[in-house]
Nanobody, 117 residues
Framework: QVQLVESGGGLVQAGGSLRLSCVVSGGTFRSYMMGWFRQASGKEREFVARIHWLGASTYYADSVKGRFTVSRDNAKNTVYLQMNSLKPEDTAVYYC??????????WGQGTQVTVSS
């Protein structure tokens, strides 16, 4: 059974930084593409970033490009999302997800990020 546990969320002022972590257990982490998604209150969940299992290929939503960085440590079964220059519109519950083949089959419980203006 694959489990994902996010941490690192919290309250930060606009312009500040946070680093989210997601630890994966029970699966073959190093073979998964990993993604970060977020869902703001009253809105649909949206894609934020993803990283290939090799770690060399990353992709970002336009809204976070240049501010967020996704990375992974396969030895620690962990994926990270470094978030800099945070804006109030980044406020959301952030989820990590694992894609073992063609879709994101496994999801974490989410961690709240709140950015105050």
């Amino acid at each position: 059974q694959v489990q994902l546990v996010e941490s690192g969320g919290g309250l930060v002022q606009a312009g500040g930084s946070l680093r989210l972590s997601c630890v994966v257990s029970g699966g073959t982490f190093r073979s998964y593409m990993m993604g970060w998604f977020r869902q703001a209150s009253g809105k649909e969940r949206e894609f934020v970033a993803r990283i290939h299992w090799l770690g060399a290929s990353t992709y970002y939503a336009d809204s976070v490009k240049g501010r967020f960085t996704v990375s992974r440590d396969n030895a620690k079964n962990t994926v990270y999302l470094q978030m800099n220059s945070l804006k109030p519109e980044d406020t959301a519950v952030y989820y990590c997800a694992a894609n073992p083949s063609q879709r994101y089959d496994y999801w974490g419980q989410g961690t709240q990020v709140t950015v105050s203006s």
